[in-house]
């Protein structure tokens, strides 16, 4: 498989003063199109901050970042945002929804902040994830995973080449919990995205096709076992 996302000898250090705090140590990874890649480990380990450089939101302090074969570190502002718009799909642990919008329109707003070459059609991609019967309901009408299905239709709706998805289950019972990661999984093998999911939930690593776990800002090559 092509890799796609691509984190070489990633560093990422806060200062404050004369302190200073590593928050990725040495960092690297690569993930294929079509691999969905659980990342594991205790709260402030680093996995946030990974998902921070790796989606373009944070420069590293050292190191390179390099999505479908551009390199992060040489764009301006203005492409830096273009590329997050266009290459990179994030989901939020709330689903991350816009309280006014139905989740129809929430799948759409991506595609109101520029053009976008090859879009999936809102509504179709809304009835892939189960959701087309909720199409004209707002966030305050869904439930957890019901939330969680429609930030995922609207972080695929540009056809990104990345998806990062943060906490996805953190809210939500084991049965839909089962049900979204799945679903990353499906969308991750069938349309070839490369996807990164951070959880703390180990029910749910059986989906993925690899897990790697992060302690103290180091991200472990051997990983850790799923079942």
């Not at 690593?205 to 472990?220: I, K």
């Given at each position: 498989?092509?890799?796609?996302?691509?984190?070489?000898?990633?560093?990422?250090?806060?200062?404050?003063?004369?302190?200073?705090?590593?928050?990725?140590?040495?960092?690297?990874?690569?993930?294929?199109?079509?691999?969905?890649?659980?990342?594991?480990?205790?709260?402030?380990?680093?996995?946030?901050?990974?998902?921070?450089?790796?989606?373009?939101?944070?420069?590293?302090?050292?190191?390179?970042?390099?999505?479908?074969?551009?390199?992060?570190?040489?764009?301006?502002?203005?492409?830096?945002?273009?590329?997050?718009?266009?290459?990179?799909?994030?989901?939020?642990?709330?689903?991350?929804?816009?309280?006014?919008?139905?989740?129809?329109?929430?799948?759409?707003?991506?595609?109101t902040f520029g053009k976008v070459e090859d879009p999936r059609?809102?509504?179709?991609?809304?009835?892939?994830?189960?959701?087309?019967?909720?199409?004209?309901?707002?966030?305050?009408?869904l439930s957890g995973g019901e939330r969680q299905r429609v930030?995922?239709?609207?972080?695929?709706?540009?056809?990104?080449?990345?998806?990062?998805?943060?906490?996805?289950?953190?809210?939500?019972?084991?049965?839909?919990s089962q049900d979204v990661v799945g679903l990353l999984a499906?969308?991750?093998?069938?349309?070839?995205?490369?996807?990164?999911?951070?959880?703390?939930?180990?029910?749910?690593?059986?989906?993925?096709?690899?897990?790697?776990?992060?302690?103290?800002?180091?991200?472990?090559?051997?990983?850790?076992?799923?079942?």
């Amino acid at each position: 498989m092509t890799a796609v996302l691509h984190l070489d000898h990633v560093s990422l250090v806060h200062s404050d003063g004369d302190d200073h705090v590593t928050a990725l140590d040495a960092v690297d990874l690569e993930v294929a199109a079509g691999e969905l890649v659980a990342v594991v480990g205790p709260s402030g380990a680093g996995k946030s901050s990974l998902l921070a450089v790796a989606g373009a939101l944070i420069p590293p302090t050292s190191g390179t970042v390099r999505v479908g074969g551009v390199d992060l570190a040489g764009l301006s502002s203005r492409k830096l945002t273009a590329l997050r718009r266009e290459r990179i799909g994030f989901v939020f642990q709330t689903g991350n929804l816009v309280p006014a919008l139905t989740s129809l329109d929430q799948v759409r707003l991506p595609l109101t902040f520029g053009k976008v070459e090859d879009p999936r059609d809102p509504a179709e991609l809304l009835a892939e994830v189960g959701m087309a019967h909720k199409a004209g309901s707002r966030p305050h009408q869904l439930s957890g995973g019901e939330r969680q299905r429609v930030g995922i239709a609207r972080a695929l709706v540009t056809r990104p080449q990345v998806l990062l998805v943060d906490e996805p289950t953190a809210a939500l019972d084991r049965q839909r919990s089962q049900d979204v990661v799945g679903l990353l999984a499906r969308e991750a093998h069938e349309h070839g995205v490369a996807a990164i999911v951070v959880t703390h939930d180990h029910d749910v690593l059986h989906h993925c096709d690899r897990v790697l776990e992060m302690v103290d800002g180091r991200l472990s090559p051997q990983g850790v076992a799923v079942g």
